[in-house]
């Protein structure tokens, strides 16, 4: 339990609490694998490894049943994998050792396998996770690469290699990568939705700066977001003024960062650079235009604008 940093005491008979466990999303079921020839099992496997569900709050488990057909009750079903909230059991099933592995489906609700056409196709699939809505099928195939089955579709996604490498996988909430469309993460817009939203934004800056000031300390602001972010901006002049002070085609004379925090002013200080220093140093006037870029964590920006003016 990481809210009290204990671990709970889930009750379950000896010797199956280490076998292979998963836990529901909701963190109400636990499915794990009973030791095939363990005494405690919850059903009578006939020696062979079986899983089952525990229901945590309630103490008690719950065996999958017999006679689900295909010759599974012949052979180990194991490395059970279970949905967001416990209505989906995954397994994979051993036929004769390390090859003819494939994983099944099990309905806790309607009690009956669930047909998921195009999954097992000479892959030997074992070690399996669903997503939270049990759309997706996550496995581990004989050549000890990640893939992830969609069920609506019926094939499976195409993944990036480093995610490939992933293996004996323990969970995962949306599909790789989400899919387009309303809401990502697959039928029904379930799934984490991309935040494509500005942050709003504020500036504060002078009208006009003591030119011997601010050359020697920057030019002092602040700037607000509404979110956590951070802040960089640039002062400019114009090609005329460049070419006038011997700047070449440079019109960046000054710049600086920030970090924000949401809802807080920031102090913002652009530097000169030293080059920009000694050019303008015996100016009278010089005219500025500072440009403001503020993003947040997923990368979205606001610019803002504020002109302002060098006097001696």
Same mark, same amino acid.
């Given at each position: 339990?990481?809210?009290?940093?204990?671990?709970?005491?889930?009750?379950?008979?000896?010797?199956?609490?280490?076998? @292979?466990?998963?836990?529901?999303?909701? #963190?109400?079921?636990?499915?794990?694998? $009973?030791? #095939?020839?363990?005494?405690?099992?919850?059903? !009578?496997?006939?020696?062979?490894?079986?899983?089952?569900?525990?229901?945590?709050?309630?103490?008690?488990?719950?065996?999958?049943?017999?006679?689900?057909?295909?010759? +599974?009750?012949?052979?180990?079903?194991?490395?059970? $994998?279970?949905?967001?909230?416990?209505?989906? &059991?995954?397994?994979?099933?051993?036929?004769?050792?390390?090859?003819?592995? @494939?994983?099944?489906?099990? !309905?806790?609700?309607? #009690?009956?396998?669930?047909?998921?056409?195009?999954?097992?196709?000479?892959?030997?699939?074992?070690?399996?996770?669903?997503?939270?809505?049990?759309?997706?099928?996550?496995?581990?195939?004989?050549?000890?690469?990640?893939?992830?089955?969609?069920?609506?579709?019926?094939?499976? +996604?195409? +993944?990036?290699?480093?995610?490939?490498?992933?293996?004996?996988?323990?969970?995962?909430?949306?599909?790789?990568?989400?899919?387009?469309?309303?809401?990502?993460?697959?039928?029904?817009?379930?799934?984490? &939705?991309?935040?494509?939203?500005?942050?709003?934004?504020?500036?504060?800056?002078?009208?006009?700066?003591?030119?011997?000031?601010?050359?020697?300390?920057?030019?002092?602001? /602040?700037?607000?977001?509404?979110?956590?972010?951070?802040?960089?901006?640039?002062?400019?002049?114009?090609?005329?003024?460049?070419?006038?002070?011997?700047?070449?085609?440079?019109?960046? &004379?000054?710049? #600086?960062?920030?970090?924000?925090?949401?809802?807080?002013?920031?102090?913002?200080?652009?530097?000169?650079?030293?080059?920009?220093?000694?050019?303008?140093?015996?100016?009278? @006037?010089?005219?500025?235009?500072?440009?403001?870029?503020?993003?947040?964590?997923?990368?979205?920006?606001? /610019?803002?604008?504020?002109?302002?003016? +060098?006097?001696?």
């Amino acid at each position: 339990n990481s809210a009290t940093g204990s671990f709970l005491d889930v009750g379950l008979p000896d010797p199956n609490a280490d076998r @292979q466990s998963h836990l529901s999303g909701d #963190g109400h079921y636990l499915a794990t694998t $009973c030791n #095939g020839n363990a005494m405690t099992c919850p059903a !009578d496997n006939g020696g062979h490894a079986e899983p089952f569900v525990q229901d945590i709050p309630g103490a008690t488990d719950t065996a999958l049943p017999f006679g689900l057909g295909g010759g +599974l009750d012949d052979n180990d079903k194991e490395h059970p $994998c279970i949905n967001g909230d416990g209505s989906l &059991v995954g397994f994979d099933v051993n036929e004769g050792g390390v090859v003819g592995k @494939q994983i099944e489906l099990y !309905d806790r609700t309607g #009690g009956a396998l669930l047909s998921i056409t195009g999954l097992n196709s000479a892959n030997d699939d074992t070690h399996c996770v669903l997503d939270a809505s049990g759309s997706y099928i996550g496995l581990i195939t004989n050549n000890n690469e990640f893939k992830v089955f969609d069920r609506a579709a019926g094939a499976f +996604l195409t +993944l990036p290699d480093d995610i490939k490498a992933i293996f004996n996988p323990v969970s995962f909430v949306a599909p790789f990568p989400p899919p387009a469309g309303p809401g990502g993460g697959g039928p029904g817009g379930s799934g984490t &939705v991309p935040d494509t939203t500005k942050p709003k934004a504020g500036k504060s800056f002078k009208k006009r700066y003591r030119l011997a000031g601010a050359l020697a300390h920057g030019l002092l602001g /602040r700037v607000k977001s509404n979110e956590d972010g951070a802040a960089s901006a640039t002062a400019t002049i114009s090609s005329r003024s460049a070419k006038h002070f011997k700047l070449a085609k440079s019109v960046k &004379v000054a710049s #600086g960062k920030a970090k924000l925090r949401a809802g807080r002013s920031a102090k913002l200080r652009l530097k000169f650079t030293r080059k920009a220093r000694r050019r303008l140093a015996h100016a009278r @006037q010089v005219a500025l235009t500072i440009t403001i870029t503020v993003k947040d964590a997923a990368g979205n920006a606001t /610019r803002l604008k504020v002109k302002t003016t +060098l006097r001696r």
